[in-house]
């Protein structure tokens, strides 16, 4: 647990989950900021928390109550931005960490929002189509005080998708009478949805993971790749890395885990996972029954895509690796960060490698605003570009001063939002 910071009233100091990862992280980059740290505080509280009742009535007539949060963490450099998620083990500690990465991240690309992220309590995959509409839409009305275009901007994120974003957008449209394409990103093209961001944040994971395998010389041709988590994140990923020369030896997700050393059809696994709902008795791999065999696989490049604290102080000694590309949000706890570090693996850390989405949800929203729209050649171009930036810089602030990429990204990010922070000043 982190020590020395003023846990609030509202989380469980005895058991902070994610959040004591987040101010573990925060702790570290804190030698770093020079004066600014006197504005450090402010990141480790967030700005602003919604808790909401959703209640629903169920196809079979009885009524439903669900969970739901909607976190603002910091907003010093613009609208509040990060994604929704639904799943049946979501809690605050967790919303409000995924939201202060959002903060983090969207600082280290640079693009011009704070951060913020929402879910509800719930395990989906129970409900209907009619009951997940019925829930996304009361969940919407509940949060719309909060959000809007330029307040704060939900997106996809765990068991979300662009259906969910449509009805959202539909709610939140109807509560204010105007149509109001801008309030979340990751929508259908056809309702102001932008080309690329389906793929976008595997997109982002292949670009910065080619980056890193460059750094320290590594052939992606014949390069073995690990993935957990066969979602939109993992699947895209293990594709670009498959479609560039390497092999996806290993996939894991909430249903198995496979094996193949010869390599596994990414394009193949897609479309059963597409077809099934997971990846389990998928033809083309040996089935490993004992889930934690995953993590000693040999690889050249892992990708935990799935869920935050996969990596611990208990599974990083068995990881034989060279890269880690942090596909998921949090998925490595600070004691395993280190452990990673002392056996020479790279962590390419979530703040820079899954910052795709956030990119292309910000191109989304651009064109939304302007009502003009660009070719997927261009997103594509922009996305790589930027990706590569935020890589190059973090890359070389690691370098200078001897830390990890996760603290340089810490220190780039930190940096840009306590300037932003200390040139507003505190209101009144
Ligand atoms: N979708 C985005 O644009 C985006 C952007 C940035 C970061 N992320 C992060 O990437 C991660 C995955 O998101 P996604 O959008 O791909 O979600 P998704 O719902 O499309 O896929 C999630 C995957 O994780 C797997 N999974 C769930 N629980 C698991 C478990 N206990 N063990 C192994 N696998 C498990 C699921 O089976 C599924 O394959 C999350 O951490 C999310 O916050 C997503």
């Excluded at 939900?154 to 009805?167: F, G, K, L, R």
């Excluded at 990751?186 to 690329?196: A, F, M, R, V």
């Excluded at 935050?308 to 102080?313: A, H, M």
Aim: glycine share 10%.
């Amino acid at each position: 647990m982190a020590s020395g910071h003023a846990i609030p009233s509202y989380l469980n100091s005895e058991d902070l989950g994610p959040w004591a990862s987040y101010l573990e992280q925060i702790d570290r980059v804190a030698p770093h900021l020079g004066s600014l740290s006197r504005w450090l505080e402010t990141l480790k509280r967030p700005k602003r928390i919604l808790v909401v009742d959703v209640p629903i009535e169920l196809d079979n007539g009885a009524i439903a109550h669900f969970e739901g949060y909607r976190v603002q963490h910091n907003v010093s450099r613009g609208p509040g931005k990060g994604g929704v998620r639904y799943h049946q083990d979501v809690t605050l500690s967790e919303v409000m960490s995924l939201a202060a990465w959002m903060s983090i991240k969207n600082a280290t690309v640079n693009v011009p929002y704070g951060g913020a992220k929402g879910g509800i309590r719930v395990d989906p995959r129970t409900l209907s189509r009619g009951e997940l509409e019925r829930m996304t839409r009361r969940y919407t009305s509940e949060i719309n005080v909060i959000i809007g275009p330029n307040k704060d901007i939900p997106a996809p994120d765990v068991n979300t998708n662009e259906q969910v974003m449509a009805w959202m957008m539909d709610t939140y449209s109807m509560n204010t009478g105007q149509t109001a394409t801008g309030v979340v990103t990751g929508k259908p093209i056809t309702l102001g949805g932008s080309l690329g961001r389906r793929d976008a944040t595997g997109r982002g994971v292949f670009v910065v993971g080619s980056q890193a395998a460059e750094k320290i010389g590594l052939d992606l041709k014949g390069a073995r790749i690990a993935v957990q988590g066969f979602g939109n994140v993992g699947g895209i990923a293990a594709r670009l890395f498959q479609e560039a020369g390497a092999k996806v030896i290993a996939v894991q997700d909430h249903t198995g885990t496979l094996y193949q050393p010869g390599g596994i059809d990414a394009h193949a696994l897609l479309e059963h996972v597409q077809r099934t709902g997971g990846v389990k008795s998928f033809e083309g791999a040996e089935a490993l029954d004992d889930h934690d065999q995953f993590w000693k696989i040999e690889s050249d490049i892992l990708i935990p895509a799935a869920l935050e604290g996969q990596i611990t102080e208990r599974n990083a000694g068995d990881i034989r690796t060279r890269i880690v590309v942090e596909g998921a949000n949090g998925p490595t706890t600070p004691k395993a960060d280190d452990i990673l570090r002392e056996s020479g693996t790279l962590v390419v850390p979530d703040v820079v490698a899954n910052a795709g989405g956030v990119t292309v949800s910000y191109f989304e929203w651009v064109q939304d605003f302007s009502s003009f729209f660009w070719s997927e050649e261009e997103i594509n171009a922009r996305l790589e570009r930027i990706m590569r930036d935020a890589f190059a810089s973090v890359w070389q602030v690691s370098q200078e001063k001897s830390v990890s990429m996760r603290t340089a990204a810490y220190i780039v990010a930190c940096t840009r939002i306590l300037q932003a922070r200390e040139l507003r000043g505190l209101y009144p």
